[in-house]
């Protein structure tokens, strides 16, 4: 149920960001990925924690979805449809990813909480290849 109000209440508010501010939203959702896994991370022993950090992670990670997906449906206007699935096709496949990551370091003897740090690590490299993107498509529209 903490989830499931995290997502519902976490896209909703998503939602709006991606009708009023597109970018902002996505880097909004990142960093509330960010912060809510630093501190499940430095928390997860304590159970009342890990309630409030599920509701967390639900709602930023939801937070973020509908203003990528419809950065990337404006991508292609020619395809809205194929982008729309391709996303959920990458959604899938970073989900995957986390999973064989966490697996790895829980694998690696690095403890049972290790899978937060490599989430977060795999949050702060899309945020800089976000962050990277926004740079070099500034830079292309002052060239042309």
């Known amino acids: 149920m ?17 009708d009023k501010y597109q970018q902002k939203g996505i ?10 896994l630093v501190i499940l991370g430095l928390t997860a022993s304590t159970s009342w924690m890990l309630l ?20 990337i449906m404006l991508s292609a206007p020619q395809a809205p449809t194929l982008m729309g699935a391709l996303t959920h096709a990458a959604f899938n496949a ?9 697996g ?23 945020l800089v290849i976000f962050l990277m993107r926004g740079v070099i498509l500034r830079r292309h529209q002052t060239r042309a």
């Open 52 to 71: 409030i950090c599920m509701f967390g992670i639900a709602f930023s990670s939801m937070l973020v979805v509908p203003s990528m997906q419809v950065q």
């Open 94 to 102: 970073a989900n995957a990813l986390g999973a064989w990551l966490g």
């Open 2 to 18: 903490t989830f499931g109000a995290g997502m519902t209440s976490g896209n909703l508010l998503g939602g709006y960001l991606a």
């Open 104 to 126: 790895i370091t829980i694998t690696a003897g690095l403890g049972l909480v290790s899978p937060v740090w490599a989430g977060l690590l795999m949050t702060l490299i899309g």
């Open 27 to 36: 880097i909004i959702g990142f960093c509330c990925v960010l912060i809510t």
